[in-house]
T-cell receptor, first 112, second 114 residues
Framework: KQEVTQIPAALSVPEGENLVLNCSFT??????LQWFRQDPGKGLTSLLL?????REQTSGRLNASLDKSSGRSTLYIAASQPGDSATYLC???????????FGTGTRLKVLA | DAGVIQSPRHEVTEMGQEVTLRCKPI?????LFWYRQTMMRGLELLIY????????DSGMPEDRFSAKMPNASFSTLKIQPSEPRDSAVYFC????????????FGPGTRLTVT
């Protein structure tokens, strides 16, 4: 059974810092991996999607990498801003069932 | 495109009442997912449909929960009878199978059962 873990659970950093959020999964047979952002009381916004054949994806200040063999993905945020404060969730798409398993998220606070 | 649409956005009901949540997926998407989010359990997949057919409902907590997708543009999640432990935010998401399979989420329905 696929399990997805995100570390750390919470993170507080000063504005301008570069930071890394981690996501690990137990079964490497994945279809893709998607990173989301969730603001308090809101829905999930897709940030980046990495297909199983890809190693990384970039969008603006965000870069996500995928290492299937080790069951890990990282989300790199460059030059963090207070507006980046949110919960970041990773979701792993199972290659057999196409079901998505979500991690419990990393709650990020960027201090001005 | 309007994105995934869910209604109502908020629902407060008394224990024992029937609750119906609604979802309209993005036009052209052929897979639809219902999730439940709570502080204790995080985001859980309840059921998903492909081409209007339920594929996996193993996440539905019990028989009080049921879901339907009568056509490609509409789905419902029904709870009957509702209980206080059903209080959560319920999300609907849609995607296109055979593509990159990127999920798009609706804004959610916050359900409170008193």
């Amino acid at each position: 059974k696929q399990e997805v873990t995100q570390i750390p659970a919470a993170l507080s950093v000063p504005e301008g810092e570069n930071l890394v959020l981690n996501c690990s999964f137990t079964d490497s047979a994945i279809y893709n991996l998607q990173w989301f952002r969730q603001d308090p009381g809101k829905g999930l916004t897709s940030l980046l999607l990495i297909q199983s054949s890809q190693r990384e994806q970039t969008s603006g200040r965000l870069n996500a990498s995928l290492d299937k063999s080790s069951g890990r993905s990282t989300l790199y945020i460059a030059a963090s801003q207070p507006g980046d404060s949110a919960t970041y969730l990773c979701a792993v798409g199972d290659s057999g069932t196409y079901k998505y398993i979500f991690g419990t998220g990393t709650r990020l606070k960027v201090l001005a | 495109d309007a994105g995934v649409i869910q209604s109502p956005r908020h629902e407060v009901t008394e224990m024992g009442q029937e609750v119906t949540l609604r979802c309209k997926p993005i036009s052209g998407h052929n897979s639809l997912f219902w999730y439940r989010q709570t502080m204790m359990r995080g985001l859980e997949l309840l059921i998903y449909f492909n081409n209007n057919v339920p594929i996996d409902d193993s996440g539905m907590p019990e028989d009080r929960f049921s879901a339907k997708m009568p056509n490609a543009s509409f789905s419902t999640l029904k709870i009957q009878p509702s209980e206080p432990r059903d209080s959560a935010v319920y999300f609907c998401a849609s995607t296109i199978t055979g593509s990159a399979y990127e999920q798009y989420f609706g804004p959610g329905t916050r359900l409170t059962v008193t």
